[in-house]
């Protein structure tokens, strides 16, 4: 693909494997990730004042001219990942809502048709540093229940699309902690949303997960019935080596941001050449407030080194 793709596709480092797959299920084989049209929702106010403009998500139809749907399919490509905020759902009002899912069922058509399968996976809102633990209070809390009562009704709305084939995944990188001994457990969080899901959506492909930010630590941790149906399957983020798959992410280190050209394997590049992108790219970005732009590009090309 020509250089355009790479400017709005992220190719994620994550892989996907169906439980007890068999010839029936969809394929979800090889997939890219979409951020153009629900991962950054737009945002009004500065600080505490912050909050989500109306609309949150002025672009999302027009983003589907960025993409050429036809030549990923040609290029092997069998599904799209879309990467969904739900904070614009859980505050806004009901016309808000049911804007952001019309067109949230317009997008995932208008891909479909291309004979892509589409995953729609959904980000806990981030805009007042939330977590997911924010949303993970108890099964029967406040917090995790009005998050549930909006992935029904994305559950709901992604039903409504007659063409290929819809996945959901209720929750990205959840429970930083493999297992929770006081509390409960992502495990359970998760057992109970599939549960209510399959009286919405009984056919739609689901996307489990497990603990440890969706790391392979916490799917080897997953059990029980939900891992077994023939419906379900697994998400696993395989982040290794991670200054290879987050280099250049301005949500992560700040050393991270500057850095850029980091090959894989390394034996497919030149150390020269990466510590020549990375100083040049240092000279002109932007990073975070307070951070010593010196002491963030030695702690880059040290990591580069290693």
């Given at each position: 693909m020509g250089k355009t793709w790479f400017a709005v596709l992220m190719i994620?480092?994550?892989s996907l494997a169906g439980v007890a797959a068999n010839a029936e299920q969809p394929s979800f084989k090889r997939g890219a990730t979409i951020v153009e049209f629900f991962a950054f929702p737009a945002i009004s106010g500065e600080g505490p004042a912050r909050t989500y403009a109306s609309p949150a998500y002025p672009h999302a139809l027009s983003s589907l001219s960025l993409f050429d749907f036809d030549e990923l399919r040609s290029d092997g490509f069998d599904h799209l990942r879309i990467?969904?905020?739900?904070?614009?759902?859980l505050d806004g009002n009901e016309i808000q809502r049911r804007q952001i899912l019309s067109d949230l069922v317009d997008v995932v058509s208008a891909i479909s048709r291309h004979r892509l399968s589409v995953l729609v996976t959904l980000f806990t809102p981030t805009l007042h540093h939330e977590t997911t633990a924010t949303y993970l209070d108890d099964i029967k809390g406040p917090q995790f229940t009005a998050y549930l009562a909006m992935v029904e009704r994305v559950s709901t709305a992604l039903a409504s699309v007659k063409t290929g084939t819809v996945a959901l995944e209720p929750m990205n990188?959840?429970?930083?902690?493999?297992?929770?001994?006081?509390g409960t457990d992502w495990t359970d969080f998760q057992d109970f949303m599939v549960g209510q899901?399959?009286?919405?959506?009984?056919?739609?492909p689901l996307f489990l997960t497990g603990a440890c930010a969706s790391d392979i630590g916490g799917v080897a941790l997953l059990d029980g019935d939900t891992l077994r149906d023939r419906r379900n399957y697994v998400s696993v983020h395989f982040y290794y080596p991670f200054l290879f798959t987050h280099q250049s992410a301005t949500w992560t280190l700040p050393y991270m941001i500057g850095t850029i050209g980091v090959p894989f394997p390394a034996s497919a590049g030149s150390l020269d050449e990466t510590l020549?992108?990375?100083?040049?790219r240092f000279?002109?970005?932007?990073?975070?407030?307070?951070?010593?732009?010196?002491g963030a590009q030695m702690q880059a090309e040290a990591q580069i080194r290693r």
């Amino acid at each position: 693909m020509g250089k355009t793709w790479f400017a709005v596709l992220m190719i994620a480092g994550w892989s996907l494997a169906g439980v007890a797959a068999n010839a029936e299920q969809p394929s979800f084989k090889r997939g890219a990730t979409i951020v153009e049209f629900f991962a950054f929702p737009a945002i009004s106010g500065e600080g505490p004042a912050r909050t989500y403009a109306s609309p949150a998500y002025p672009h999302a139809l027009s983003s589907l001219s960025l993409f050429d749907f036809d030549e990923l399919r040609s290029d092997g490509f069998d599904h799209l990942r879309i990467e969904f905020d739900m904070g614009p759902l859980l505050d806004g009002n009901e016309i808000q809502r049911r804007q952001i899912l019309s067109d949230l069922v317009d997008v995932v058509s208008a891909i479909s048709r291309h004979r892509l399968s589409v995953l729609v996976t959904l980000f806990t809102p981030t805009l007042h540093h939330e977590t997911t633990a924010t949303y993970l209070d108890d099964i029967k809390g406040p917090q995790f229940t009005a998050y549930l009562a909006m992935v029904e009704r994305v559950s709901t709305a992604l039903a409504s699309v007659k063409t290929g084939t819809v996945a959901l995944e209720p929750m990205n990188e959840p429970q930083a902690r493999c297992r929770v001994r006081f509390g409960t457990d992502w495990t359970d969080f998760q057992d109970f949303m599939v549960g209510q899901l399959r009286r919405i959506a009984p056919d739609m492909p689901l996307f489990l997960t497990g603990a440890c930010a969706s790391d392979i630590g916490g799917v080897a941790l997953l059990d029980g019935d939900t891992l077994r149906d023939r419906r379900n399957y697994v998400s696993v983020h395989f982040y290794y080596p991670f200054l290879f798959t987050h280099q250049s992410a301005t949500w992560t280190l700040p050393y991270m941001i500057g850095t850029i050209g980091v090959p894989f394997p390394a034996s497919a590049g030149s150390l020269d050449e990466t510590l020549s992108l990375t100083r040049d790219r240092f000279k002109t970005v932007t990073l975070p407030a307070g951070v010593d732009r010196r002491g963030a590009q030695m702690q880059a090309e040290a990591q580069i080194r290693r």
